[in-house]
């Protein structure tokens, strides 16, 4: 069994204590152990604090760019070792491991590309020069420099590679040093992905640390210029900024958590379209790629009233021939969940929503996953609820089971109600909608705008080209409002602000223009 | 004596119970009364949703523009009024009301003129397509639209007209009503302007709403989409981020508070030359404006040792030249603080000062201002403390003496030490540096950058043009990091972030730029 250990103040460190056991969620055999129990976290702030952040804010944007594609490249010199972990811990499927791990070496390379571009600088002019007095001999201008703290990534259990990548790749190219906290259930890719790129002595000192396991007191060394990025449970989410020191402190905390993400037929749409097609190949793929465990996965479809047999009917044949199992099979297309706890909340949370509508397939009932030991490991059924009442089925709209379940629903067909009927999640990461009626979507797609962070228009000119609602893209914005958390992530350069700080600055324009040159190529 | 109502739901309604009593800090004459006990806050609230915010994202962005716009010319059209309740009820001289008035009605004409030129549109594009698929058949752009929720402007006391202007102007050009809620104790001004907007029938109904008192149970209403933007100290912005329901419905909270900030002369900056002349009237007026309660206001004052004796007896003599008093008094230079409890802690601060070093002018002892009656007002005399050990002197670096109060400091020259001692303040508004040697400028610049909310260089170039660093337009930023309340303001258009969801939309190219075109002139 592996002994995963912390990298903390520049050394790997083991815990102490009675350890955490990793399992492989198939089999529930055990794969590793890990303990953060005795580790000195206050320490490793302030490694990440007098190491890290000077190191980092030292280098050029474009030098810290080099560092995330170094970083990306090692990481894919290991790509198989790091897809067997992927399926060995997460029971990932190979393609559900490839989403992760390419997710992440393709994020931290997506933002080593940006980051070149930014050049030999380490202060980001933000905006033109304005003019403050008539004539313009006084000038103003913003610039974007590294919070001068450390960057706290506490990550989801479902992605421990993108996780990781995603933040570490915009709070290093910020200038921030980040110390990573994985889910303790999957601790064992992002462990390794540490290890990996500590051996190939990439990182410049206090730069990554890891906490491989339990957080202990680490929260409670967080200063105002330091920022946690989270990623999990509302539940924690609020934990998170409730906690005293946090709110005393002022800390920036950025959270990603539930998210009852929607798929919206537009009316019209016809049984043989492409469109159509295209919705039903995206729904099906967004309730079952990693056993539904992702923030972006569908929970809720709305369908026309008079569609909404012939696409339930459709849904259901699809998810019934979906293969569930041990993804050590080839021939398996869904994994279990990942832990047992994950699979006492799905089936609980499977249900509460069959009282509020009834199952059209799968439910909570126990299941022998295919090449997995009888009884053993996390699976449940792809499940599709129908719900008839969508307002008066609240809990639809409130809890997010987290696993392979969506619930359909009728609408009356106008723009207006599908939005107003999405709103009711409150907040979302994603919706998606399909249709090729350009007035329909033009007016759904103002009123989604307030109450999702991304809207994926399914149409005719992109069933060629579109990789589904749930596929989360270092250009594009990552979080929403609400429910979802109100955080936001990647969206290109964007994706740098939840650790740079902005600063305004005033003087003579001649001096300004010397001064923004400061560290530049010329 | 004056009744104030508060405008909510629609209608100007007085509160029951004993009113609160507003004075003339000069002579403690009460000038108005106010209560809002009995109000329906969570009625004003729906009003705002049900009304306010519909009306307000059926405006186009152009629209909105010329609502600011005829807001700001209706409060110029009153503004010799509006200038005397500030004189009066906020013991302003009339520079003081003028920074004040001129300054909400310059905001709103700002941004008026800013939105006119972003269109008849209601969705705003932001950056430009990212192409998501190779070919370029699968695109992604990011737009922002209003929030769906009310934006609760809660001021602080020294500027009831700036305060509701700044917050108000950027949340209507977003699209979001408001509900402003000014200190009690100086709600005349922004009462009087809400009266004057109303009686113009320029605003739409539910967009602006005023409480003009106690805030009673308002934020026990508040939801995930709303906004809670505070100006005020950094305890009532902790007590109001950790509100319950605030952290339950993770409401999104700006925060401007405290703020000690810093004015660092540059060494060689010889005594007759304009830069150093530019130091001396900023820092003078910094002090002294709105008898120092300006959260931008100058508290700590950073020489390079050599010549810490003459740029201190400078600066006494300026202090001591300024005459103090009712500002009904033309000869009257500074006015007295604005309350009784303000006056209190501005004594109880001085002798905390006084006790980390010594005082050089002014001090804690009461005084009777020119042309006020003796014995009453709020006067404070203008105060210069010096402290000869910075490291030494925490409680200059932690405690806000919000009036005329700053403290002398040396430092040994390195531009290192002058940053490293204004980082000792936790993050400020605003730091001013005042020298001509462009090196030396540009390394403290990107140190003060992670520390500061806006940098003003005072230099040769600009002795002549630059309006001295307390001043806050609407084109820069407002607002710094850490014990400053993490806030951010204006700045433009990203002023109107705070207010607006982000969205990231992808699809067919041809489509999404249809959609984009939504509601454009085109």
Redesign the interface.
């Known amino acids: 069994m592996i002994t995963l250990e912390s990298f903390v103040s520049g050394r790997w460190q083991e815990g102490a204590g009675e350890p955490s056991i990793l399992v492989d969620p198939s089999t529930e055999e055990p794969l590793a152990r890990t303990s953060t129990e005795g580790l000195d976290f206050g320490a490793a702030m302030r490694w990440a604090r007098e190491r890290g952040g000077p190191a980092l804010r030292a280098m050029t944007l474009a030098e810290r760019a080099a560092l995330l594609g170094a970083m990306s490249k090692t990481l894919r010199d290991h790509r198989d070792e790091l897809l067997d972990l992927a399926m060995r811990n997460g029971g990932n499927t190979t393609g559900d491991a490839k989403f992760d791990v390419d997710g992440a070496t393709g994020t931290l390379g997506g933002y080593a590309h940006l980051g070149q571009s930014l050049g030999e600088r380490?202060?980001l002019p933000d905006?033109e020069p304005?003019a403050?007095?008539r004539?313009g001999?006084?000038v103003?201008r913003?610039?974007l420099?590294?919070?001068?703290g450390v960057a706290v990534l506490v990550n989801a259990f479902n992605f421990p590679a993108w996780g990781f990548g995603e933040k570490a790749a915009c709070a290093l190219l910020a200038g921030m040093p980040v110390i990573v906290k994985p889910a303790t259930s999957t601790a064992l890719v992002t462990w390794r992905m540490i290890r990996i790129l500590d051996e190939a002595g990439i990182l410049p000192e206090g730069a990554v640390q890891l906490v491989a396991g339990p957080s202990g007191d680490l929260l409670d060394h967080l200063d105002?210029?330091d920022v946690l990025s989270f990623t999990g449970s509302a539940d924690t989410?609020?934990k998170l900024?409730?906690a005293p020191r946090v709110?005393?402190?002022?800390v920036?905390v950025n959270?990603e958590a539930d998210s009852l993400n929607s798929a919206v037929l537009a009316p019209g749409t016809a049984a043989g379209s492409e469109t159509y097609g295209l919705f039903l190949k995206d729904v099906i793929r967004e309730m079952t790629q990693k056993a539904g465990q992702k923030c972006t996965a569908v929970r809720r479809i709305f369908v026309p009233e008079a569609e909404l047999e012939r696409v339930a009917a459709d849904l259901v044949e699809r998810l019934e021939a979906v293969v569930v199992g041990n993804p050590a099979d080839p021939e398996v297309q869904m994994g279990p969940l990942t832990t047992a706890g994950q699979l006492r909340d799905a089936r609980a949370g499977i249900e509460a929503l069959a009282a509020a509508g009834r199952v059209l397939t799968g439910g909570p009932e126990p299941l022998t996953g295919r090449a997995a030991p009888e009884g053993k490991g996390y699976f449940v059924r792809p499940t599709l609820v129908r719900a008839d009442d969508p307002r008066a089925a609240a809990v639809v709209h409130e809890r997010e089971v987290f696993g392979p379940v969506a619930t359909i629903m009728p609408y009356g067909g106008s723009a207006e109600e599908a939005a107003e009927l999405v709103?009711l999640g409150?907040?979302s990461l994603v919706a998606s909608v399909y249709g090729d009626d350009?007035a329909w979507?033009?007016e759904v797609?103002?009123e989604?705008?307030?109450?999702?962070?991304?809207?994926?228009?399914?149409?005719?000119?992109?069933a060629?080209?579109?990789?589904g609602s749930g596929m989360v893209?270092p250009?594009?914005?990552h979080g929403g409002?609400?429910?979802a958390?109100?955080g936001?992530e990647l969206?290109?350069l964007a994706g740098l602000r939840l650790y740079q700080?902005?600063?305004?600055?005033?003087?003579?324009?001649?001096?300004?223009e010397?001064?923004f040159g400061?560290?530049a190529e010329d």
């Open positions: 380490r202060v905006g304005e403050l007095s004539g001999g006084w103003g913003h610039l420099v590294p919070k001068p105002a210029q989410g609020l900024r409730s709110l005393e402190r002022n920036t959270v709103a409150g907040g350009a979507l033009a797609l103002e989604l705008a307030g109450w999702n962070g991304r809207i994926y228009i399914g149409s005719t000119g992109v060629g080209a579109a990789l893209l250009m594009l914005l409002p609400g429910r958390g109100n936001a969206a290109g700080r902005r600063a305004a600055v005033q003087g003579d324009p001649a001096l300004l010397r001064l400061v560290g």
